[in-house]
């Protein structure tokens, strides 16, 4: 059962699709409304909280504090409170109750979850104004499907997207793109994109290719496409100001850029260097906008990127101006300690600034309103301008698109992928548990860096990671400029990271079938333990182990030299350690707790009982893949026992 109620009077979001009317009296399950903007709710020693989406720490939020206040932060330790996304749906389980809410506001909200006081659950919001989804039901999975039934169905990608992307900030002109598939073709590793980070276009201008680095974009995105690889452009939020570049011009001419108080626009500064913010919120703008996706679908490019969309801004021209004027008056003096501090910070702070966000506005369903209160709906409106547009520009065909910020609501749109995370084993870790939280707030097609953006990846650290990579739908090798080379092919043991990846190709039909299920049942990919096995206490403290579709369980290495590690099974299961599609071994495992080994090169997969796994050929690319000859993984049943989805992959459903 579903209860909107409405505090003060909130910003409409167009997250929730269904239509639901609003109930009176107070917001059940909190006991005091303290005043204007807080909620607070006393938590029994046996209530869970999960969700939120892509946020630090374990599966289990409790015990910190998260605001949702969309962040370009590229250091996910665990003392951030906000990373790219603001999704504000939560579940929280206890002994004997359990409720889920959606707070749907666009701007700024804390959830304190036991930080200030360890068994209160407070909710902070900056303006007291939102719409309070409170869902009740039988189970977590059952609240998280009710919820997932008002937001309306997850985006899906083509098929082409769950294979093997390989990516690096920059591949910086066409000759190093074609060397990236010529060595993954020689190395025998199965790969079916390229992206393409800010180097490839004209002075990171959006929507501009560089001349020089691709002198013949449209021939070359052929010649890829004839390999059967898709290039994967950025598309970066701000657009640079210069006098004849035509998208700068129009946006001048159609009025579509966030304006300052004052009525100018909103000088602020990124890759390009000085540019506007297209004010993705309002429609018409973000209709322009969309439509510019055609200049490079029309070249034959049918995946994006969407980047820098919290938005990630540098400076603001007005804000540097200030800081100038504070430095000149401190020019001279004699600095002592405290004005010495505050002159660093006001450099270091030039960047996403919280005052910038309130310098400029958008023009939103009719009203004026300042960026920051509706702030984490932008990222959302930017891949939302993308979507709509691909609806119009390509009705026939599923275009591949994901974003780094994101709002619920935006699901329907893109996926996400997490950022920019490091090439820490921490790291790692945190991918496996932003996942099932993703889930539960749609979004289905997404994954993390895998070997991890920032710092120098380790081949044993790649190894486990793309070990685990190949679960997710978005798998995507990506690092960043500086740090050192990360493709597969640059490394010692080549044999095992083409096994790997191979089995990824395997398990393709499983994935893609999952997935599409997931999307029409609004069922989550990723599930922890204990959203399927919710008698079992061990289930709940199970924090770094996930089933992964009907069928299977996955326990992934993340330590540095483990040579295994502790597996919790649930049930009596069907271990496969699999060093590939043909060199596996499997043996029968008991409910408990067992030690499990797992050389560096072999991939930990449990089948549940009663459950199969169909399995495909390895093949090189995902149009590849022989549908009609699958081989059946089972536990104690039949083939028939899973019932596959498949289609052209590539129709809009
Ligand atoms: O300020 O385009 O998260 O994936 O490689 C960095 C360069 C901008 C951040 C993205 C990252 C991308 C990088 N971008």
């Not at 303006?127 to 998280?144: P, T, W």
């Not at 169905?153 to 060397?179: D, H, I, T």
């Not at 035509?246 to 602020?268: M, P, Q, R, T, W």
């Not at 992964?548 to 295994?564: F, H, R, T």
Request: net charge negative; proline share 4%; with cysteine.
């Amino acid at each position: 059962m579903i209860r909107k109620y409405r505090i003060g009077n909130p910003i409409e979001t167009d997250s929730v699709v269904a239509d639901l009317p609003v109930e009176d009296g107070p917001v059940p399950y909190y006991e005091k409304v303290n005043g204007k903007n807080e909620m607070v709710l006393p938590m029994d020693k046996k209530d869970r909280v999960y969700g939120l989406g892509e946020t630090v720490r374990g599966m289990n939020k409790r015990g910190f504090i998260y605001t949702s206040n969309c962040s370009d932060d590229p250091v996910h330790t665990e003392d951030k409170r906000s990373l790219y996304a603001a999704q504000n749906f939560f579940v929280l389980w206890g002994k004997d109750r359990g409720f889920g809410m959606y707070v749907d506001t666009p701007g700024q909200v804390s959830f304190d979850i036991g930080y200030t006081a360890k068994d209160f659950f407070s909710i902070c919001f900056e303006d007291f104004d939102a719409y309070l989804y409170v869902i009740e039901g039988r189970s977590i999975l059952d609240i998280v499907k009710q919820f997932r039934a008002i937001i309306g169905k997850s985006y899906v990608p083509p098929l082409w997207a769950f294979g093997f992307g390989q990516s690096r900030w920059s591949y910086m002109n066409e000759q190093q793109v074609r060397e990236v598939v010529d060595q993954y073709e020689k190395a025998d590793i199965p790969i079916d994109s390229v992206y393409l980070d800010i180097d490839y276009m004209d002075g990171y201008k959006d929507f501009s290719v560089s001349e020089e680095r691709f002198p013949d974009f449209e021939a070359f995105v052929k010649e890829m496409a004839e390999k059967n690889i898709h290039l994967v452009p950025i598309i970066d939020a701000g657009v640079k100001i210069e006098k004849g570049y035509d998208i700068y011009e129009e946006g001048i001419a159609g009025d579509y850029f966030c304006k300052k108080e004052n009525g100018e626009n909103l000088v602020a500064a990124v890759w390009p260097g000085k540019v506007h913010f297209p004010d993705f919120l309002n429609e018409k703008a973000r209709r322009w906008f969309g439509d510019k996706y055609k200049l490079l679908l029309d070249c034959g490019i049918d995946g994006f990127w969407n980047d820098m969309n919290e938005p990630a801004v540098f400076y603001t021209e007005d804000h540097l101006h200030e800081v100038f004027e504070q430095i000149r008056e401190l020019e001279g003096k004699n600095l002592d300690i405290r004005s010495f501090f505050r002159l660093q910070d006001m450099v270091t702070s030039l960047a996403n600034n919280e005052a910038d966000y309130k310098r400029f506005y958008h023009d939103y369903k009719g009203a004026r309103y300042r960026h920051d209160k509706v702030h984490n709906i932008f990222g959302y409106n930017m891949t939302r301008a993308a979507g709509e547009a691909f609806e119009r520009l390509s009705p026939d065909k599923r275009i591949l698109m994901f974003s780094r910020s994101s709002y619920i609501g935006m699901h329907r749109y893109g996926g996400v992928w997490c950022g920019d995370n490091k090439s820490w084993w921490s790291h790692l870790l945190l991918n496996i548990q932003q996942m099932p939280a993703l889930n539960m707030c749609g979004f289905l097609y997404s994954g993390a860096d895998v070997g991890g953006f920032g710092a120098d990846v380790t081949e044993d650290l790649l190894m486990r990671w793309t070990e685990f990579g190949i679960f997710t739908p978005l798998f995507r090798n990506h690092s960043a400029e500086g740090t050192r080379r990360q493709e597969l092919y640059r490394f010692t043991d080549t044999e095992s990271f083409r096994n790997i990846v191979r089995l990824r190709y395997s398990l393709i039909p499983y994935l893609y079938s999952e997935f599409m299920k997931a999307v029409s049942n609004d069922d989550m990919l990723f599930k922890p333990l204990c959203f399927a096995y919710p008698e079992d206490d061990m289930a709940y403290e199970t924090e770094d182990q996930l089933l992964v579709g009907e069928s299977l369980m996955i326990a992934p290495v993340y330590k540095q030299n483990a040579g295994g590690r502790y597996v919790y099974v649930p049930e009596e299961m069907k271990l496969c350690r699999f060093r590939s599609y043909d060199d596996y071994d499997t043996e029968i495992v008991e409910k408990g707790h067992h030690y499990i080994a797992a050389a560096l090169n072999e991939v930990l997969v449990f089948i549940r009982k009663g459950h199969a796994l169909p399995m495909a050929v390895p093949a090189g690319r995902t149009g590849r893949i022989d549908y009609s000859a699958l081989r059946y993984e089972c536990f104690d049943c039949g083939s028939d026992a899973y019932s596959l989805f498949a289609d052209d992959g590539i129709s809009r459903l």
